[in-house]
């Protein structure tokens, strides 16, 4: 199919119905409504379900019912309504059903403001809930790339019956780019919908969803099989992209639209002579630290870039562990950093670390070495 002009929102929300998407369930939220609008046109004309709910908790708690029954079911939302949304996520989570969840991030926090942001890191990567587990995170950079991951976005929440959640922000969400969309993919049968799913009894055993668990070794036993799978998509989920990483001695590390900004300072830094490369996780859990600090190495400083007061940063922390300098620039409120921004921040940097390095060392004796 060849590429078409679409708005963010109305992509993922197409992507999401050819990948199969049975019933969607929504409320309105600035600035990822045109999503519901789009599903609201859209699933009718297919005979499928969409409802507008009362709110962000009815409509998570309408996912987490049509998914226990084996419905390929999702919601999407914004900062603030995916705040209300936790306990129904961390119920799916315990109750190990499959489901597919999109955040198009804003200003915060309270209501904050309708502009794009990178804050909601935390509350979607650190269990999006209460109770130890980790939802998959996705963060896109591109219209395109939202496409593919939404498309895709089933598939790996029934493999591992767990949440996946697309992390984008309100730029991403409003802006217009060319985007192919993939094929229809056919609903799935009877025999393709999990085991575990409640869809009568008929003559078969008994299933039962829950996230209740009343007796102690039973919760801990099933906090156990969690961590286990959740050891397994840590060890084969991980995805990033490098861009001129090999000779850099300087290194960016950014996700989604900051990325893109940092993908333009990469080139100007480039041509003013600092080699620096883009380090972009794309899977904001299960994060990949191992690939990053083996970046770091002989790196001499990083510059964490984001659209927070620096969320992502811990997690860069983590990862390179003080094996080189690590620096942050932020915006907050909605604004995004631009390029000449990220680049002062980054040739301060260079200038410090050039500073040091020609100043004379000194030995404890107050001897040069």
């Known amino acids: 199919m060849a590429k078409e002009l679409w708005e963010g929102n109305q992509a993922i929300a197409e992507a999401a ?16 409504t045109e999503l519901l609008e789009h599903m609201a046109a859209r699933m009718p004309e ?3 379900t969409f409802l507008q709910a009362e709110s962000e908790v009815a409509s998570i708690n309408m ?9 390929r079911a999702m919601s999407s939302s914004s900062s603030p309504g995916i705040s209300l949304m936790q306990e129904g996520l961390s119920y799916i989570a315990a109750s190990e059903v499959p489901a597919v969840l999109v955040d198009i991030m804003r200003g915060g926090p309270g209501l904050g403001n309708i502009q794009p942001s990178q804050s909601d890191y935390f509350q979607i990567t650190r269990s999006a809930g209460h109770g130890d587990f ?19 976005a089933f598939p790996l929440a029934e493999k591992y019956r767990t949440l996946v959640i697309i992390a984008a922000d309100g730029s991403l969400g409003q802006m217009m780019e060319p985007a ?3 094929p229809m993919r056919p609903l799935l049968t009877e025999a393709e919908r999990g085991a575990w799913a409640v869809r009568g009894k008929g003559n078969r055993a008994k299933r039962i969803v829950t996230s ?5 070794d039973e919760l801990e036993e099933l906090n156990h099989r969690l961590q286990a799978k959740l050891r397994v998509i840590e060890a084969a989920e991980q995805r990033w992209e490098e861009v001129e990483t090999a000779d850099a001695d300087y290194l960016l590390v950014a996700y989604g639209t ?3 900004t940092c993908k333009t300072v990469l080139r100007e830094a480039r041509a003013a002579g600092v080699r620096v490369g883009l380090f972009r996780p794309i899977s904001l859990w299960p994060y990949p630290y191992a690939r990053l600090r083996e970046l770091s190495e002989g790196k001499r400083a990083i510059l964490v870039a984001e659209m927070s007061v620096g969320q992502m940063l811990e997690d860069g922390r983590l990862a390179v562990a003080e094996r080189c300098p690590i620096h942050f620039y932020g915006r907050t409120g909605g604004v995004i950093p631009l390029p000449d921004e990220v680049l002062e921040a980054l040739m301060d940097i260079v ?6 390095r020609a100043a004379p060392r000194m030995d404890r004796g107050g001897q040069d070495d």
Request: hydrophobic residues 45%.
């Open 351 to 356: 200038s410090a670390r050039q500073a040091e």
């Open 180 to 182: 192919e969309m993939p």
């Open 46 to 48: 297919l005979g499928r």
């Open 258 to 260: 900051v990325a893109r």
């Open 63 to 71: 996912v987490y019912g049509a998914a226990s029954g084996g419905a």
């Open 212 to 216: 209740l668990f009343l007796k102690e």
């Open 134 to 152: 980790h939802p998959i995170v996705l963060a896109p950079a591109t219209i395109q790339e939202a496409v593919d991951m939404v498309y895709d």
């Open 17 to 32: 119905i050819r990948g199969g998407v049975e019933a969607f369930f929504g409320y309105p939220i600035t600035p990822q």
